[in-house]
């Protein structure tokens, strides 16, 4: 990760915080690349802790099936066994669920910083528009200097967008451990419901 080309923070100028114009164009230049590569970090440490926890999880249901089948004779034991791995899997669903909303959070926010640095003093001077083409077939014009603002544009819901395209992808990564969570909370109220009346 390069050095800081000798950013000095000035006292802050009221609501707004230290004023842009203090930040020469290298400084902004560095200062924006760092944010890019932070949130570049965070995306890549989601992907890992989802590849991660849902892996566990697989292996988690696939000894629940397996104890199922092979201790059905034996209620007792069955339901020992299977509160045993849905406590596990609860556990390990809400860890799952609170680390990756943390990590969302934190990639959201290195991608507002650099957008509003974008605003507020661009690392490049200037308009470079080109135009993107939509889905939907509509094109924006939109300003190449500006990648975050460009990205923010591309997928505002004021734009003829798709539905999908709506869809925020971090929030929609948080459902699978949430899911996880149900289903092992849910497993542990029905085995015991089985084992007390059902059996």
Not at 103 to 128: F, H, K, V, Y
Not at 160 to 183: A, C, G, H, K, Q
Request: charged share 15%; proline share 6%; net charge negative.
């Amino acid at each position: 990760m390069p050095e800081s080309p000798g950013v000095a923070v000035p006292p802050a100028t009221g609501a707004g915080g230290a004023s842009p114009a203090t930040l020469t164009s290298e400084e902004s230049r560095w200062l924006h690349d760092k944010f890019e590569r932070l949130a570049a970090e965070e995306v890549q440490l989601s992907g890992a802790r989802t590849s991660y926890f849902a892996a566990i999880g697989t292996i988690l249901i696939t000894g629940t099936i397996v104890t199922v089948a092979d201790l059905l004779s034996q209620p007792l034991l069955l339901a020992l066994v299977v509160t045993f791995l849905s406590a596990l899997g609860v556990l390990i669903s809400f860890v799952w669920v609170v680390l990756l909303h943390r990590t969302n959070d934190a990639q959201q926010m290195w991608r507002e910083s650099a957008l509003r640095l974008e605003m507020l003093r661009a690392p490049i001077a200037g308009e470079l528009l080109a135009a993107t083409t939509l889905r939907s077939g509509a094109t924006l014009e939109l300003n190449l200097l500006r990648p975050f603002a460009m990205h923010q544009e591309r997928f505002s819901p004021a734009n003829p967008i798709s539905w999908l395209d709506r869809v925020n992808p971090e929030r929609l990564t948080e459902s699978l451990p949430l899911t996880f969570l149900v289903v092992w909370s849910a497993t542990l109220v029905l085995v015991w419901v089985w084992f007390l009346a059902l059996r």
